[in-house]
């Protein structure tokens, strides 16, 4: 298995607080990805990186900010927590190899609370 | 653009078999994939196609059909364990990027 870990695993914060969610992957892939899971509506993506400094929005990217200063790491930022923002935040790696490799590899997430 | 749609749940009884459906739209497609998520866990990769026809894992199976934007994950001699959430999900060689399925919450029932 790839390595990806997140962190926090668990947090709870208050309405206007910034908050940041990291991520860290030891094999060295080049995409990485966040998204957030809420009932009815799925894994919508945030934002994603293709490389160092590399970073694009995807359909839910508003109230969020990203940063990657490495490879390894994939920082998500929630500027000013809303209760909105309450959800279950999963990054992603895409695996490079054979085909069975080709998806992704999620991270076991990180469950945000906004007070 | 991109669209997918699957059922929201299903049940279904041990040892038996079903079938979970999943349509898409997706510009430049450059496959389907299906994952396992169980709650409060993260989602675990099942399969990938890419091309049209079924492709043979064990005791699931997927398949394809470009031409009708269509796919289905058929599970054999449902287990308990089985009882979890099946997304679908497209990728487009324009974007690089997977779209997901809001997911298929399935309960398996002795």
């Known amino acids: 298995d790839a390595g990806i870990t997140q962190s926090p695993r668990h947090k709870v914060t208050e309405t206007g607080t910034p908050v940041t969610l990291r991520c860290h992957q030891t094999?060295?892939?080049?995409?990485m990805y966040w998204y957030r899971q809420d009932p009815g509506h799925g894994l919508r993506l945030i934002h994603y990186?293709?490389?160092?400094?590399?970073?694009d929005k995807g359909e839910v990217s508003d109230g969020y900010s990203v940063s990657r200063s490495k490879t390894e790491d994939f920082l998500l930022t929630l500027e000013s927590a809303t209760s909105s923002q309450t959800s279950v935040y999963f990054c992603?790696?895409?695996?490079?190899?054979?085909?069975?490799?080709?998806?992704?590899?999620f991270g076991s997430g990180t469950r945000l609370t906004v007070v | 653009g991109q669209n997918i749609d699957q059922p929201t749940e299903m049940t279904a009884t041990e040892g038996a078999i079903v079938q979970i459906n999943c349509t898409y739209q997706?510009?430049?497609?450059?496959?389907l994939f299906w994952y396992q998520q169980h709650a409060g866990e993260a989602p675990t990769f099942l399969s990938y196609?890419?091309?049209?026809g079924l492709e043979e894992k064990g005791r699931f199976s997927s398949f394809l059909s470009r031409s009708k934007g269509y796919s289905y994950l058929l599970l054999k001699e449902l287990q308990m364990k089985d009882s979890a959430s099946y997304l679908c999900?497209?990728?487009?060689?324009?974007?690089?990027?997977?779209?997901f399925g809001q997911g298929t919450t399935l309960q398996v029932k002795p």
């Open positions: 992603a790696i895409r695996s490079q190899g054979d085909r069975d490799h080709y998806g992704y590899t």
């Open positions: 094999e060295n892939h080049r995409y």
């Open positions: 990186s293709y490389g160092v400094k590399d970073t």
């Open positions: 997706t510009s430049g497609f450059n496959g």
């Open positions: 196609n890419v091309l049209d």
């Open positions: 999900a497209s990728s487009s060689s324009n974007t690089g990027k997977l779209i």
